[in-house]
């Protein structure tokens, strides 16, 4: 049995009912006579607090502080921020900015409990979230920018959530970051989407930046920021949408003198040095542009959009260590040939779906006669089969997440299962599909501002809404995969918690220089090699406001 | 994801933005140079005696966004004792503050390390006030030079402040109070005590 929440976090509003069947309402017998300890918070805490529950957020940046009020019964106590346990009602007030938290342990016969609440920023887009079953997801990345957000919000964060829907790690970006993933080294990375500052960039938890890469001349343009990925050989392989004079576009209704924008794809080193390139253009035709984008805007004969290039990922199956690529302005999705210095090196292997050509695979079973169009996330399987989120654009059918069995020698692909939602009736862009090995799907359900993980049959566990924007995809990581202690060490080393003591510690040696006497390290924060008011400042500037310190 | 034209725009309005505001900037530095703010010893002269209490504020005037501060004093020893440094009101109107006396040092001359700053992070105070209270013994005759040393002032973005010193003086006047007899005096008193009180015992002992 597991606990079931359904909430909606907004501005100063917390919504929340949870019906706990593992830890049930509040006021239920946890041992015998002994009742757990009730705690609110003021703003209030989301998910309203359960001893199951381990972590909460409170939006609390327009106050310098949390008050708790807590109702601890007899034979259970609450400490609160390191305070001694107590037992019975009270308040305790704890100073808190962005991005801070503080721990609560709570005490019954049972055992100890930890609960970490932490402050988030006010200008965090809002959400609601439900969840009605297990998950098989412990984590869902997303990045909630896409569409309009009001006065006060951030299009700026990167943002991981628990199964409970609660964002337990987060980083604010200078600008809007797009395919926020977990990366096989233990960091995470994201591209930046804004013109002119397109990149892609890859951090520790703590937020320490640890490359920045761009492609390559002779591609003369910026990263495409669909997708990236770290390869098992330690290098990167990035996108771009690169401007190639001159095709034919006629026989799409374009020019007959066009520019086009050549779906590019570069392998880098870490040191930004390139290794490989292919140019979508040497091997794929305008012509297998899918009819249904075939549009004024993407047949702009300034720089056509004629590939559209929306997932590229190195895939290793016994048949070579190809690239599996969506396209979604041909609706295809292609196997590509890497093998630098061969003969072969760039070549389609295969396509799926879109307009024929001779690679094309067979389909077969699949109930949408159409197939997909203007799909995104094509996800090659370690058992030869591909998940898809179709967004089914022009069919008048809702996107879907599809899933088909390849057979790479007999040349077909046959359609497996797929899963739709009922809230979802269509997705001009976006999306996600992800099938667990456990056989749930997360998906990002485009622009839809949805994201659930649903059971094979499509029914929705976890659902996360945000009230405004979109995430442009949503990632899963699954249990095991990555700890909730370097979530919140992550957090704590970005937004360290700092209080009276470290002012005393300044304080001690004020006026003091380096070599003399008194003269303490710790309290020289800009290494500058004397305890000054420039020290006493940024200490002091981190402080909630309203801190009264001894 | 983003309308590329849309950006444009924005990127466009933003540079003519910034022009604009170059241009608002070079002609401010045109019409006016804003002076650095005084940071200065209040009253910057007054004359004490010798064994007198008073007090001296530190001050600053025509500050903008003052988050945090610190100085130095030096002073005249032997003619002036430090007794004690307070915190003044100005800072303290920006929200709460962490203040930091300083260490006096008498046999030196001087109060080292004082030091105060806004919590939180809050706009600074823009103005003029006082910012700390000095308080002195005067303890000889001669005048005491009273300079501002080790003088940081940072706005709330905890960028420094450029500013202007303006020290001050104390002029310590010796004691003018009941004079003190003179030696040759009591030693004639203590003479003439001597001879009344033999010419009393011998006239007793006559009797």
């Known amino acids: 049995m597991h606990p079931h929440i359904i909430g909606t976090h907004s501005i100063g509003l917390v919504l929340l009912i949870v019906v706990s069947v593992l830890a049930g309402p509040p006021g239920l017998s946890i041992s015998e006579g002994v009742t757990a300890p009730q705690i609110t918070g003021s703003p209030a805490l989301f998910p309203a607090f359960d001893t199951s529950i381990s972590d909460y957020i409170t939006r609390c940046a327009s106050s310098p502080s949390v008050e708790l009020t807590v109702n601890a019964p007899a034979g259970t106590s609450v400490s609160v921020d390191g305070q001694p346990p107590r037992t019975g009602s009270f308040t305790s007030i704890v100073a808190l900015t962005s991005g801070q938290s503080f721990l609560l342990l709570v005490n019954t016969p049972t055992g100890t409990s930890e609960h970490v609440i932490r402050c988030l920023p006010s200008d965090f887009p809002t959400w609601s979230t439900e969840r009605t079953g297990p998950t098989q997801a412990e984590w869902y ?56 500052r397109q990149r892609f960039e890859e951090h520790e938890f703590n937020g320490t930046l640890v490359r920045s890469l761009i492609v390559q001349p002779p591609v003369a343009v910026a990263n495409d920021f669909h997708d990236s990925q770290l390869l098992p050989n330690g290098n990167y392989l990035l996108g771009a949408y690169s401007p190639r004079c001159c095709f034919d576009l006629s026989a799409l209704g374009g020019s007959a003198n066009a520019t086009i924008l050549d779906a590019v794809l570069q392998e880098v080193r870490p040191n930004n040095q390139l290794v490989w390139q292919w140019n979508g253009a040497d091997v794929i035709s305008v012509n297998e542009m899918h009819p249904q984008f075939r549009t004024p805007v993407n047949l702009d004969p300034g720089g056509a959009d004629v590939f559209h290039l929306n997932s590229y990922e190195q895939i290793s199956d016994g048949l070579g260590d190809d690239i599996i690529i969506s396209m979604r302005h041909t609706s295809g999705v292609y196997r590509i040939r890497r093998d630098p210095g061969g003969a072969d090196d760039g070549a389609i292997i295969w396509k799926l779906g879109g307009l024929p050509r001779p690679e094309s695979l067979t389909i077969i079973g699949d109930p949408r006669s159409g197939h997909f169009v ?78 659930t993980e649903t059971d094979v049959d499509g029914n929705r566990l976890f659902l996360l809404t945000f009230d405004d924007v979109f995430s442009y995809r949503t990632h899963p990581v699954l249990l095991g995969d990555l700890s909730r202690s370097v979530l919140l060490a992550g957090m704590d080393a970005q937004f360290p918690r700092t209080d009276c003591a470290d002012l005393a510690l ?44 001894p | 994801v983003r309308d590329k034209k849309e950006e444009t725009v924005m990127f466009s309005m933003k540079g003519a933005r910034i022009v604009l505001l170059l241009g608002i900037v070079l002609l401010a530095g045109v019409v006016h140079v804003a002076a650095a703010p005084l940071l200065s010893i209040e009253p910057p002269s007054q004359s004490v005696h010798a064994g007198q209490s008073f007090s001296l504020d530190v001050k600053i005037t025509g500050v903008t966004d003052l988050f945090a501060f610190q100085f130095a004093l030096a002073f005249t020893p032997g003619v002036l004792a430090a007794t004690s440094i307070t915190e003044g009101p100005f800072l303290a109107r920006g929200g709460t503050t962490f203040f930091i006396p300083g260490t006096i040092d008498n046999a030196g001359g001087t109060i080292a390390a004082t030091g105060d700053s806004l919590l939180g992070p809050l706009a600074g105070v823009t103005g003029s006030g006082t910012l700390a209270t000095i308080s002195f013994q005067a303890l000889a005759g001669g005048t005491s030079p009273l300079t501002l040393t080790q003088v940081l002032l940072l706005d709330s973005q905890l960028g420094e402040i450029p500013v202007s010193l303006r020290a001050g003086a104390v002029t310590v006047q010796p004691a003018t109070g009941v004079p003190e007899p003179r030696a040759t005096l009591l030693l004639t008193l203590s003479l003439a005590g001597l001879l009344g009180g033999g010419w009393w015992r011998r006239q007793r002992t006559a009797s």
């Open chain 1, 141 to 196: 990345m997303v990045t909630p920018n896409i569409g309009t957000l009001p006065p006060g919000f951030s299009d700026g964060y990167v943002a991981i959530f628990d199964n409970n829907g609660v964002p337990v790690w987060w980083l604010q970006s200078t600008t809007p970051p797009i395919d926020f993933k977990l990366l096989p080294n233990g960091n995470v990375a994201w591209q930046h989407a804004v013109s002119g």
């Open chain 1, 506 to 549: 300044v304080k001690a040696s004020f006026g003091k220089h380096q070599g003399q006497p008194g003269f303490d390290p710790g309290a020289d924060i800009n290494q500058d090699g004397v305890v000054d008011v420039k020290d006493l400042a940024f200490v002091a500037q981190h402080l909630p406001a309203g801190t009264h310190c």
């Open chain 1, 374 to 451: 203007g799909q995104h996330d094509a996800r090659l399987h370690s058992d030869g089969s591909i998940t898809i989120h179709d967004n089914a654009n022009g069919t008048n059918l809702p996107p879907r997440a599809v899933h088909y069995q390849l057979d790479q020698t007999a040349r077909t692909a046959t359609w497996l299962d797929e899963i739709t939602d009922p809230a979802i009736t269509a997705a001009f862009c976006c999306g996600s599909a992800r099938l667990l090995p456990g056989g749930n799907w997360v998906m990002g359900w485009g622009a839809n501002r949805l994201s």
